[in-house]
């Protein structure tokens, strides 16, 4: 089993800037891909982010490119996703998520993921 838990959700004014984190526990081997996504109310769930943990490697949606960041710290098993010049348009629940499969490669589907947050509140003020 695999736990994950975001934090550092909030409210900032448009511009902004905040740093989800997201702690991950629990029998993931060493090829597992962690993946951000978010859901805004109304809409799809979208892909964000994601770094296979054993490249480093970085994939980002088009909508977020040169403005988030997804990192992740090997010794305290966590992945972060900081958030630079935001928009009114990136409110949304933000999610982590984790594929744990031998055979995992990134996937933007959401349903790649085998493992999930349970969501923090990101909401950017005009």
């Known amino acids: 089993q695999v736990q994950l838990v975001e934090s550092g959700g909030g409210l900032v004014q448009a511009g902004g800037s905040l740093r989800l984190s997201c702690a991950v526990s629990g029998r993931t081997g060493n090829r597992y891909i962690m993946g951000w996504f978010r859901q805004a109310p109304g809409k799809e769930r979208e892909f964000v982010a994601a770094v296979p943990w054993r490249t480093g490697s970085t994939y980002y949606a088009d909508s977020v490119k040169g403005r988030f960041t997804i990192s992740r710290d090997n010794a305290k098993n966590t992945v972060a996703l900081q958030m630079n010049s935001l928009k009114p348009e990136d409110t949304a629940v933000y999610y982590c998520?984790?594929?744990?499969?031998?055979?995992?490669?990134?996937?933007?589907?959401?349903?790649?993921?085998?493992?999930w947050g349970q969501g923090t509140q990101v909401t950017v003020s005009s």
């Open positions: 998520a984790v594929d744990v499969k031998v055979t995992a490669v990134v996937s933007t589907w959401g349903t790649s993921y085998d493992y």
